[in-house]
């Protein structure tokens, strides 16, 4: 009879005889960047993986999410091991797509190659006759919740109603017969060593801001005109002098941009856009700081007399690491790497739509190293291929046989002593409360000659 010990150095062999293929499969995906919900050729690439393992890939979920599923010969927990096909716009990035932008300078592609090299593992050793359950291979798309303007479009087409890739699979159902999740975040900062659990991520919501001004020629009648620029640029300013009144403990951080800022330079700009997140520890400091932002954005539609149109949209819930989960999965790192090589990290200011699962079931969002550079920067890249690729791919694997070993015995514990903050429904309506698009006029009216009026 198998032991887990054998069942485990048999998942490292078969990973280790695969690892120039997992290293090939990273590399192919850096070459080849898709932005979210477009990620037709990665997703196209996962498909025949899964195919060749002999899994039946599910595919086009949420517009471009594969999922596969290795059942074990005992029921058990549902573990849900994922990774995200997504690049962003990183223009200057040397791998950068020409035509879109898009890079992956986040480790993305790393992840899915993780993910990939974590089936052929267990899948090639039969490893799920020992094991209780299933393992759902989940790449998901959309992490990086970007290209808003073109995602708000899809929405209101009625392709997608959220707008982050594992929001939109759990509206879809896709996570509903799972039970926990995991998966591994690539990192470049020095302080994680090779390997690394947080406890908290912020979370975020997403703001689209509309100034509507008045056209006029801008040298010949500047007078007539109303400068939605120079209100946004205002409204910027107001933002840039809130900051001061957020509180250091809960990680606030708004940093807006301009993707429109007018059509032809001798034309007073009448329409400029600005998309922002308001990113926090808590939601209830996101709320509070987005209530800020709001009323610094209408001051510059106060000062110039324009008008501001302010959509809120929902972002992602803060992330919260399980620490059963995340226990496991150091043991497992650890004895693949070293103690040595091993850190405990505290909270992180940046954002993940894994937040959004960690409010409905037990989650853990690790991070391991092989990658130099700055996350969302033109120097990121991929320095270790097998610290980047193939470790990823044996601590899913390794972590996967510990939680479900013994008919999942160690999974159905991690699930009775955890509560999930939400249930599917709980989120969902929280969610959906959080969209409001909110019309400010900073004209004078007849009936309110010192400020505006505002609408919904």
């Known amino acids: 009879m198998r032991t887990k010990e054998h ?45 060749g393992l002999g899994l039946a890939p599910k595919t086009g979920l949420a517009l471009t999410g594969v999922r596969a599923e290795a059942r074990g010969t005992k029921d058990g927990p549902t573990l849900a091991l994922l990774g995200e096909l997504d690049g962003l716009v990183v223009g200057d990035h040397p791998l950068a797509d020409p035509a879109t932008g898009a890079a992956h300078a986040c480790g993305h592609n790393a992840q899915i190659a993780g993910l990939l090299g974590a089936a052929m593992g267990l899948v090639g050793v039969k490893a799920m006759e020992a094991l209780a359950g299933r393992i759902v291979f989940f790449a998901v798309p959309a992490e990086e919740y970007g290209d808003v303007e073109w995602r ?26 799972v039970d926990l999740a995991m998966m591994i975040h690539t990192t470049a900062r020095p302080e994680d060593r090779k390997a690394a659990v947080g406890v908290s991520n912020n979370g975020c919501i997403v703001k689209t801001v509309r100034y509507l001004g008045r056209a006029a020629h801008a040298g010949g009648a500047p007078h007539r005109g109303i400068n939605a620029l120079y209100a946004a640029t205002i409204g910027l300013q ?6 001061e009144t957020f509180r250091d403990e809960d990680t606030i951080r708004v940093h807006p941009i301009i993707t429109h800022g ?11 856009r600005l998309e922002t997140y308001v990113r926090g520890k808590t939601v209830e400091a996101i709320l509070a ?47 693949l790497l070293g103690e040595e090589h091993f850190a405990s990290a505290g909270h992180r200011a ?13 989650v853990v969002h690790p991070y391991m190293g092989g990658a130099a550079g ?83």
């Open 152 to 177: 708000v479009d899809q929405a209101r087409q009625g392709k997608l109603e959220f707008l982050g890739g594992k929001p939109e699979l759990l509206r879809l159902g896709h996570f509903d017969d």
């Open 262 to 272: 007018g059509s032809q330079v001798n034309v007073i700009p009448a329409l400029v």
């Open 7 to 51: 069942v485990k150095r048999e998942i490292l062999a078969a990973i280790d005889r695969r690892a120039e293929q997992i290293v090939s499969l990273g590399e192919q995906i850096r070459r080849n960047p898709e932005l979210g919900f477009k990620e037709v050729k990665t997703a196209r690439l996962v498909e025949e993986t899964f195919a």
């Open 374 to 456: 700055g996350h969302h920067g033109a120097d990121f890249a991929i320095a270790d291929p097998l610290l980047a690729y193939v470790a990823p791919a044996k601590a899913l694997a390794l972590t996967a046989v510990d939680l479900l070993w013994d008919g999942g015995a160690l999974a159905r514990e991690v699930l009775r002593s955890s509560k999930p903050k939400m249930t599917k429904e709980e989120y969902l309506a929280f969610q959906r409360g959080l969209h409001r698009k909110d019309l400010f006029d900073g004209a004078p009216h007849p009936a309110s000659p010192h400020g505006g009026e505002e609408k919904r």
């Open 238 to 243: 107001a933002i840039n002098a809130i900051r």
């Open 289 to 335: 700081a987005n209530v800020k932002v709001d009323r610094a954005l209408k001051a510059g539609a106060l000062a110039l007399g324009a008008k501001v149109e302010i959509e809120t949209l929902p972002g992602y819930l803060p992330l919260f690491n399980n620490e059963a989960l995340a226990k496991v999965f150091r043991e497992n790192a650890i004895s």
């Open 350 to 362: 940046g954002s993940t739509d894994m937040g959004d699962l960690s409010h409905v079931m037990p």
